[in-house]
Nanobody
Framework: QVQLVESGGGSVQAGGSLRLSCEAS??????MAWFRQVPGKEREGVAA???????SYADSVRGRFTISRDNAKSTSFLQMDSLKPEDTATYYC?????????????????????WGQGTLVTVSS
């Protein structure tokens, strides 16, 4: 079983930045991804990183969001810059639960049996 614990959500004005963290309870270099969801809409993949460190991003956040990893702590980070009101959502980290290779597929919810509890990000205009 994999436990994912997120932190770092909050409220910020448009143009501001936030950094989300997700600590995993299992071994280092596991694949991890970030998703977001607003009420009434599908949960969408935002950013992902595979075990080799290759990354993928949704078009809506590419160039503004950066996913990274602290292997020593099995922690994934999502640095969110130039935030827009449309980035307002509950953000979730997710993982297949082990190592994997190829980041693009990680933006699909079906790849992830393990999910964090979610953290709310609110961007005001």
């Amino acid at each position: 079983q994999v436990q994912l614990v997120e932190s770092g959500g909050g409220s910020v004005q448009a143009g501001g930045s936030l950094r989300l963290s997700c600590e995993a309870s299992v071994s280092r270099n596991i694949c991890m991804a970030w998703f977001r969801q607003v009420p009434g809409k599908e949960r969408e993949g935002v950013a992902a990183m595979d075990s080799d460190g290759f990354t993928s991003y949704a078009d809506s956040v590419r160039g503004r969001f950066t996913i990274s990893r602290d292997n020593a702590k099995s922690t994934s980070f999502l640095q969110m810059d130039s935030l827009k009101p449309e980035d307002t959502a509950t953000y979730y980290c997710a993982s297949p639960g082990g190592r994997c290779y190829g980041s693009a597929g990680l933006l699909s919810r079906r790849q992830h049996p393990w999910w964090g509890q979610g953290t709310l990000v609110t961007v005001s205009s």
